[in-house]
């Protein structure tokens, strides 16, 4: 019996991706695993996180008998895809910022990429433009706070408008701007916010119904959906445990690191 695709990110983040694979594949087995000890990712050193992230994938990999592994987080996907599929043995998708088709649907040519620090400054990232949007001005905007205000959000809390609308700001003085790329999957979980936010319209493009299609076609075997859905947490708590549970994960157990493994405590900056 194959196990459940396991969806890894920061935080809550990958349950923005989670949704689209459930759309997509209402019926198969999914499980959770954030990092949240560690939240956010896209503030910290690159070699810190490489070995933190394939730590706790392999660790909950273990756990959860996955049979694939989402990386639903792009400050994890554009660094540690590469570490991650060598040492792993089960397929791996990753989650990279929607360049390509935000590029293709523009109008105006003016595109922007609203993501982590750590995102929209890695070669990865810029290889991507270079790739699919050398024909666009492209505006790279690190918009970290918004991560912590879609944590707050899914806990129960309200969104602080004022902090939105600083990370929006230097957006709107591109005029010829259409389409915003959404390159953190904790910005999806804001959209109404987001939407609330803008002066003008504007296309919102995230990358969770690409990563959707990618899941169905990369893992042949699915599990079906029937017992209780598992999650994982390197910080467990109770706004955490209600959240993952109202979005179908009711069973969220902590996660530790072997004693041993690659486990280093948080990077000093
Ligand atoms: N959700 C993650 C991403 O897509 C990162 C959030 C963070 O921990 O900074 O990049």
Redesign the pocket.
Known sequence: MPGPILIF???V??LSVAAAIRERLPDAALAYVCDNAM?????KPDDWLVTRIAAVCEQAVRLSSASALVVA????STLALEVLRSRLTIPVVG?VPAIKPAAAASRSGVIALL??SA?VNRPYTRRLIDTFAAHCRVLRLAA?PL?GEAERCLAGGVANDAVIEACLAPLWQETALDSVVLG???FPLLRSRLLAASPRPVAWIDSGAAIARRVADVVTAIAPRRAPQRAWATAPQAALAATLNARGFPCLAALSLPSGAAAPAHPVR
């Open positions: 990110d920061s935080g983040g990958g939240l956010p990712y896209g503030t987080c792009n400050t994890a989650t993501a982590t995102t970290d991560v953190c999957t904790h």
